[in-house]
């Protein structure tokens, strides 16, 4: 995950820029770089040291080839685009500029091939071009700083970057949008930082940049502008050092701060999986488990808890689908006493946010001494299971500290999607043009998810009526059936509001006994092939007196006009990545509900994050 630090400093920056970047080892990287306006003797410079590998080399690089300079940028890089190598590493330059970034700049094929006429590109990375972009514009008359705000409109993605310009008298530019970006203030300086970890020996106050803001930082200001460039004031957050790693920023809750923080986390795991810069999943070889070959496997088991489970069972339609492949599906609490019957062409994938849940951790050794290949997808890669199985497969959400598990599972939906797809490209089922757009598809999420959260005032409003419910159900058919049982435990463990999940097409079966007059019922259809089916289901409750919230896209808003009592519009999303979208709300409903009834949101009555006990 790559980290960010810069300091527009009245003393010189190498060694506390150095120290920045040894606080963000935690977020895992392989390459390290520092850039500074070199000011010491005559006309300035921009400078820069890399290297690959740990950040000691960087420092030793430095010792041999020292870097003078009060104005500079740091990077620790986890390679998305282009190979882990010095060449890659951040900071880029072009002309006058030095630019470090985090996340993906989604168009940047595009933005490189209406440069490569003029411009001469030296790295294979998404970001070299966002530097491009910017001197290029300061060549067309431009000052720094408009170059900067007219450059960050035409990039789409998710990212956070920071950058200094020669010769633009001591600025230091910072901008977020989809990736977290936080500024620190202090005694005659300033800085930037991915987050209040990386700038705790430096500050303690805390600036977090909002949603498409940007920033101008010199030694003694700080001047931010949102989206439309119009300038805005943040709140300043004190944060403790020690405190800095659990620290919700300006988010009232962890939960809330996971919430949002779901672009970045699920950049991050499309990072292990997905070769954005050549539109493809990786291979199993790719990601180091030549050990496994989807063509040799004749089932899949999938054994999980909670959410994760959930996931899976998502996971089970994206198997079958895409790859052909027969998946069961089992509650570890249930499968490890069941005896199932195993045969040894089959594989058990447990999913695990934390990697040490009692009756997951008991599954999967159940299978490894019946003799079949195992993998763990987890968060924690310490954990029991990931050392455990024979396989660990990371999803690299970041510490998930609310109780209720958020972005773990956008990030377990993200790496199992990822999986399936490999599994249906070696199976045969994918061809190249497919797996190119389904990993379009995939690369698109970040932004998707961030567009999903301007959904969230409208969600907090719609909450109010829910916290007034004394129960409610959710409805959706295929993979959005186990997205209705996830929105169900999500209401159920904050707001301790009754819930259930249905099968749209099951409700009549007999749970539609229990809607009566204004029960509220949630349901979630984005336009697909069994977008009608659902709206039938739906108008069996209406007429039944329930209350209608459907959560669709904009062509389902159209063909369900009049029939709903609220409609939540999503941004319209390919098939295959819906449920991963769709979360975003239901994970938003349940919250706001559960902070209008006034619960205590991240650490629910009853519940524990990691579950050790069978
Ligand atoms: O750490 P795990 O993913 O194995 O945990 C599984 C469940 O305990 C967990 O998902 C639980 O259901 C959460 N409270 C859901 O929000």
Redesign the pocket.
């Given at each position: 995950m790559c980290g960010i630090i810069g300091i527009a400093g009245n003393q010189p920056v190498t060694d506390r820029l150095l120290e920045g970047l040894k606080r963000l080892e935690y977020r895992g990287y392989d390459s390290a770089g520092i850039a500074v306006i070199n000011d010491d003797n005559g006309p300035s410079t921009l400078v820069r040291r890399r290297a690959e590998g740990k950040i000691r080399n960087l420092e030793n690089l430095i010792n041999e080839e020292p870097l003078e300079g009060h104005l500079g940028i740091a990077h620790t890089r986890w390679a998305t685009h282009g190979a882990p190598n010095t060449m890659n590493a951040h900071p880029h330059f072009a002309g006058r500029v030095g630019l470090v970034h985090n996340g993906i700049i989604e168009n940047f094929t595009l933005l490189r091939d209406q440069l490569k006429d003029t411009r001469t590109f030296q790295t294979e990375t998404d970001t070299e071009v966002v530097a491009h972009l910017i001197d290029e514009a300061m060549k067309s008359g431009l000052s720094g700083k408009d170059a900067f705000a007219a450059s960050l409109k035409q990039l789409t993605g998710a990212f956070a970057i920071g950058v200094v310009i020669d010769g633009v008298d001591g600025q230091l530019f910072a901008a977020r949008r989809g990736s977290p970006l936080a500024i620190g203030l202090g005694d005659g300086e300033n800085y930037i930082g991915s987050d209040a970890i990386a700038l705790a020996s430096l500050s303690s106050k805390i600036i977090y940049l909002e949603e498409g803001d940007w920033a101008v930082i010199t030694t003694d200001s700080v001047e931010i502008f949102d989206a439309n460039d119009t300038p805005v004031e943040r709140a300043v957050t004190i944060v403790s050092g020690s405190l800095a790693a659990a620290e919700k920023g300006n988010y009232r809750h962890f939960m809330l701060k996971e919430i949002y923080e779901q672009p970045e986390s699920v950049s991050h795991t499309l990072t292990h999986y997905v070769d954005a810069f050549h539109h493809k999943v990786k291979t199993l070889a790719e990601l180091d488990m030549e050990g496994l070959d989807w063509n040799k496997l004749e089932r899949l088991s999938l054994i999980?808890?909670?959410?994760?489970?959930?996931a899976a069972s998502i996971a089970k339609y994206w198997f079958e689908q895409l790859a052909h492949m027969p998946v069961d599906v089992d509650i570890?609490s249930e499968f490890r006493y069941r005896r199932p019957a195993l045969t040894k062409k089959s594989m058990a994938i447990?999913?695990?946010?934390?990697?040490?849940?009692a009756d997951?951790l008991a599954a999967l050794r159940y299978c490894q001494s019946k003799g079949l290949q195992t993998a763990a997808i987890?968060?924690?890669m310490s954990s029991s299971?990931a050392r455990e199985a024979d396989f660990a497969m990371p999803i690299n959400a970041g510490p998930e500290i609310?109780?209720?598990?958020?972005k773990?599972?956008t990030s377990?939906l993200t790496a199992l999607l990822s999986l399936a797809i490999s599994a249906g490209v070696r199976r045969g089922l994918i061809d190249g043009s497919r797996e190119k757009n389904l990993a379009e598809a995939l690369t698109q999420m970040p932004r998707l998810i961030a567009e999903t959260l301007t959904l969230d005032a409208d969600i907090e409003a719609l909450a109010l009526d829910l916290s007034k419910a004394d129960s409610a159900f959710y409805l959706g058919r295929g993979v959005h059936y186990p997205l209705a049982l996830?929105g169900a435990?999500?209401l159920k463990?904050?707001s301790y509001i009754h819930a259930e999940g249905y099968a749209a097409g099951e409700l009549k079966h007999g749970p539609i006994a229990l809607i009566e007059e204004g029960t509220p019922v949630i349901v979630i259809a984005p336009t697909d092939a069994l977008f009608e089916k659902t709206v039938s289901n739906m108008q069996e409750v209406a007429t039944r007196g329930a209350k209608i919230l459907l959560i669709t896209d904009s062509e389902g808003a159209k063909n369900t006009a009049g029939m709903t009592d609220a409609t939540l519009i999503c941004p319209t999303v390919s098939v295959e990545t819906a449920p991963i979208i769709y979360a975003i709300t239901v994970q938003l409903l349940a919250y706001h509900t559960a902070v209008h009834l006034g619960t205590d949101v991240d650490q629910?009555r009853n519940?524990?994050?990691?579950?050790t006990v069978e």
């Open positions: 999980a808890c909670g959410t994760a489970a959930y570890a447990a999913v695990s946010q934390s990697g040490e849940t997951t987890v968060n924690v299971m609310g109780v209720a598990s958020t773990a599972f377990q996830e435990l999500k463990e904050i629910p519940l524990a994050k990691s579950v």
